[in-house]
């Protein structure tokens, strides 16, 4: 089963941008979609294939995938960014969602 | 706008069976896969399985296959989830979510449903 990698927690000051990775083998020829999930309630969809997105999501979040690391970009970074979030790739050759297990973003 | 919405929160014993719910709204709501998502107290995403409820054709991650049951009435737009005999180890969070292609993204969410198993 394809494996998906994250680091379990990213801190970042307010203002500043947060990068969270999401590592797999040649990631870059999967299509990668990007979760937040605050405390409490449902993951929303953020990022859907590497880089759209939803509307609803704000400009200031923006996800790239490239050889082995897909990278969901949050700009500006505000108190109300932070959250855990998950990166989800099918795995085709499985035929099953494959989830991360997830980053805590922590706002300084 | 999809919308779901999920049945109530569930205590149980061990042994028991169980079957919760997830109803969608919206256009061709039928023609849409519906994925189950499993989170253990404190823990992240696990995919369970998907269904479709226009014909009630279903995939099982390997982790869930055999131990749970996709179930489907499309005449009420409703998508179930089912245990046989529950473990203590099956409480957690069960979240319904639309796929609109069964290897794409999962882009609209239940609120979820607290399953607890305990004597």
């Known amino acids: 089963s394809f494996v998906l990698t994250q680091a379990p927690s990213v801190s970042v000051a307010p203002g500043k941008t947060a990068r969270i990775t999401c590592g797999g083998d040649?990631?870059?020829?999967?299509?990668v979609h990007w979760y937040q999930q605050k405390p409490g309630q449902a993951p929303v969809l953020v990022i859907s294939y590497d880089s759209d997105r939803p509307s609803g999501t704000p400009d200031r979040f923006s996800g790239s995938n490239s050889g082995n690391t897909a990278t969901l970009t949050i700009s500006r970074v505000e108190a109300g960014d932070e959250a855990d979030y998950y990166c989800?790739?099918?795995?085709?050759?499985?035929?099953?969602?494959?989830f991360g297990v997830g980053t805590k973003l922590t706002v300084l | 706008e999809a919308q779901l919405v999920q049945s109530g929160a569930e205590v149980k014993k061990p042994g028991e069976s169980l079957k919760i719910s997830c109803k969608g709204s919206g256009d061709n709501f039928n023609r849409y896969w519906i994925g189950w998502v499993r989170q253990l107290p404190g823990k992240g995403l696990e995919w369970m399985g998907i269904i479709y409820p226009d014909n009630s054709d279903t995939k099982y991650s390997p982790s869930f296959q055999g131990q749970v049951t996709l179930s489907a009435d499309r005449s009420i737009s409703t998508t179930y989830l089912q245990w046989t005999s529950l473990k203590a180890s099956d409480t957690a969070m069960y979240y319904c979510a639309r796929q609109p292609a069964y290897d794409s993204n999962l882009d609209y969410w239940g609120q979820g449903t607290l399953v607890t198993v305990s004597s």
């Open positions: 040649n990631i870059e020829t999967y299509s």
């Open positions: 989800q790739v099918w795995d085709g050759i499985n035929d099953h969602v494959v």
